[in-house]
């Protein structure tokens, strides 16, 4: 999908044709598409199909006047009533009139500025555009991390009483999230460094200042990440143990279960032998043996109480 912006009188329109001072964004983009940029502005297409691949690395370029900036955006999808958080590639590629993004899918950070929500965004300040995506890259991976966060609290307390695999296998879903989102936190944060060292891109007073922003906000979402990881793990192996440990107990209280009911069972056995047994033709003799058999079977229920066996 190939969709032009561009910023007019202080609003942002969705025009027809590559304009100066548009801004150019691919979403998942056809060949017709990409030749389409390529021809119309003269970027490299090495530039144009790397975010098309989602194992490519963040790193940043410049070849031919043109900046081409990788970096990972955080994604989340709902799959069978939970949530899979990952990340994605997105290229931004500065051009000297223009400037581009390209991504596989559309994202809550594109969409804010699809939508004209962000403050200050005209589509002709490139360099100005570069660095409110990443910073809203980088609040949105706070974002994600503490909803992981609040997500193994509740699984945390399903695991208290649980015996299946199902909350280990939801934290295990979690944990692996955790590492992408550390990966490409570190990869990021190489490539904002990279621009606050290098002159690739001209920044402002006003500009240095968002992006050293952007680099405090990376390094929180760095350590954040770190921090659920290694709580997540320990989580996981102590759990594992609780599950077993909860199946040992159910164990127990049925086994303690059988032998209260083994008791009349073998009391009526007795009796219902072919051999002389003590009052076995007095009219009392059923209610007697009801009574022996509720007064073995409370010392027996007392007895395994005693042993916390319930």
């Known amino acids: 999908m190939l969709n032009i912006y561009k910023t007019i009188d202080n609003s942002l329109y969705e025009i027809d044709d590559f304009e100066n001072g548009a801004w150019i964004n691919l979403i998942d983009p056809t060949e017709d598409e990409l030749h389409r940029v390529n ?40 799959e069978e009533g939970s949530y899979v958080y990952y990340t994605l590639p997105l290229g931004i590629i500065i051009l000297e009139n223009n400037i581009v993004t390209i ?4 994202s809550y950070i594109i969409d804010q500025f699809k939508e004209n929500r962000v403050k200050n965004f005209w589509t002709f300040k490139k360099n100005r555009f570069v660095l409110q995506i990443l910073f809203r890259m980088a609040t949105r991976y706070l974002l994600y991390l503490k909803q992981i966060d609040k997500m193994s609290s509740k699984i945390e307390r399903q695991l208290h009483k649980s015996m299946k695999n199902k909350e ?18 570190k990869a990021n944060e190489i490539v904002m460094e990279k621009l606050l060292r290098l002159e690739f891109i001209k920044l402002y007073p006003e500009d240095q200042d968002l992006l050293e922003d952007v680099i405090i906000e990376n390094k929180q979402a760095i350590e954040m990440a770190s921090i659920y990881s290694n709580i997540l ?16 107990i159910v164990m127990k ?14 009391i009526f056995s007795f009796y219902g032998m072919n051999v002389g047994l003590p009052m076995q033709n007095s009219p009392y003799a ?25």
């Open 233 to 248: 793990s320990g989580m996981m192996d102590a759990f594992a143990s609780i599950i077993s440990n909860n199946l040992n």
């Open 168 to 185: 280990l296998i939801q934290l295990l879903d979690l944990e692996k999230s955790l590492v992408y989102f550390s990966t490409s936190l």
């Open 39 to 78: 021809q119309a502005l003269d970027v490299d297409m090495d530039f144009l199909r790397a975010p098309l691949d989602d194992e490519e690395s963040s790193r940043i370029e410049k070849d031919d006047g043109h900046v081409f900036i990788l970096v990972d955006i955080p994604m989340v999808e709902e």
């Open 253 to 266: 209280f049925l086994a303690s279960i059988t032998i209260v009911m083994s008791i009349p069972t073998m």
């Open 286 to 310: 059923f209610l007697m043996i009801i009574g022996l058999t509720i007064l073995f079977g409370a010392i027996a229920v007392f007895a395994l109480a005693k042993k916390k066996m319930f």
């Open 103 to 106: 991504c596989l899918k559309d």
